[in-house]
Antibody, heavy 115, light 110 residues
Framework: EVQLVESGGGLVKPGGSLRLSCAAS????????MSWVRQAPGKGLEWVGR??????????DYAAPVKGRFTISRDDSKNTLYLQMSSLKTEDTAVYYC??????WGQGTLVTVSS | QSALTQPASVSGSPGQSITISCTGT?????????VSWFQQHPGKAPKLMIY???KRPSGVSNRFSGSKSGNTASLTISGLQAEDEADYYC??????????FGTGTKVTVL
C-alpha cells in the first residue's frame, strides 16, 4: 500500500525551530519528487516547497513566505522526507502535509507556533 | 505569487452539473499544462481529482472533468451527488519553478 506518514508536529514558540518527518512506503521513494503543503486553520492550501529526486539533481524550490527559513531534505536510505523549520512565526501555524505532489498525500501533522 | 482566483462557493441540486473556474495569469495557467484539482472534505487530506489539466487518476469518477482556456482552468462535476459536497482547490505550476493554489471553492449540494 502506498503511504506517507508525517510526524514531528507540536507546539513551538515564535522564533523557535522544529523538524518534520515524512515516512514513505509502497513506492520507489528515491525516484519521487517530494513536496510539503500546509493549511492554516480554517484557511486554504499553500504549497511550501519541493525537492527533486537525486537522479534529477536533488534541488529544492520554496515558496516566498518560507524561503530562507525552511529547508527540505531527504534520506533515500530511510525513505524519509524532512522539513526543517526555523525562525518560526505565528503565521506558520498549520497542518503540514507531505506529498508526491500532486498524487499521494499524507494525513498531515499540526504545527502550532505560539507563546 | 498571488493565489489563483476561484469563486468562494458554488451550489447545485443532485443530478445537475456545476463548473468551478480558476483564474491565473500568463505566468502560471496560461503557460503551463500542469493544472491540478483537489477535493477536500472537512478534517481530511486533499484528494487529487484532476491533473495535467484534464487527466483523471485511477479511481476518480468520470463525472469529474477538467479543461483550460487561456489563463483560466475549469473543473466540471456532472451528475452532482451528495458526496461531492466538499472544498475544491485548483493548483498550477508557475514560471518561478513553484506551485500556486487557488483560493478554494465550497461546493454545496442543495
Amino acid at each position: 500500500e502506498v503511504q506517507l506518514v508525517e510526524s514531528g508536529g507540536g507546539l513551538v514558540k515564535p522564533g523557535g525551530s522544529l523538524r518534520l518527518s515524512c515516512a514513505a512506503s509502497g513506492f520507489t521513494f528515491s525516484n519521487a519528487w517530494m513536496s510539503w503543503v500546509r493549511q492554516a486553520p480554517g484557511k486554504g492550501l499553500e504549497w511550501v516547497g519541493r525537492i527533486k529526486s537525486k537522479t534529477d539533481g536533488g534541488t529544492t524550490d520554496y515558496a516566498a513566505p518560507v524561503k530562507g527559513r525552511f529547508t527540505i531534505s531527504r534520506d533515500d536510505s530511510k525513505n524519509t522526507l524532512y522539513l526543517q523549520m526555523s525562525s518560526l512565526k505565528t503565521e506558520d501555524t498549520a497542518v503540514y502535509y507531505c506529498s508526491t505532489f500532486p498524487y499521494i498525500w499524507g494525513q498531515g501533522t499540526l504545527v502550532t507556533v505560539s507563546s | 505569487q498571488s493565489a489563483l482566483t476561484q469563486p468562494a462557493s458554488v451550489s447545485g441540486s443532485p443530478g445537475q452539473s456545476i463548473t468551478i473556474s480558476c483564474t491565473g495569469t500568463s505566468s502560471d495557467i496560461g503557460t503551463y499544462n500542469y493544472v491540478s484539482w483537489f477535493q477536500q472534505h472537512p478534517g481530511k487530506a486533499p484528494k487529487l481529482m484532476i491533473y495535467d489539466v484534464s487527466k483523471r487518476p485511477s479511481g476518480v469518477s468520470n463525472r469529474f472533468s477538467g479543461s483550460k482556456s487561456g489563463n483560466t482552468a475549469s473543473l466540471t462535476i456532472s451528475g452532482l451527488q451528495a458526496e461531492d459536497e466538499a472544498d475544491y482547490y485548483c493548483n498550477s505550476y508557475t514560471s518561478s519553478s513553484t506551485y500556486v493554489f487557488g483560493t478554494g471553492t465550497k461546493v454545496t449540494v442543495l
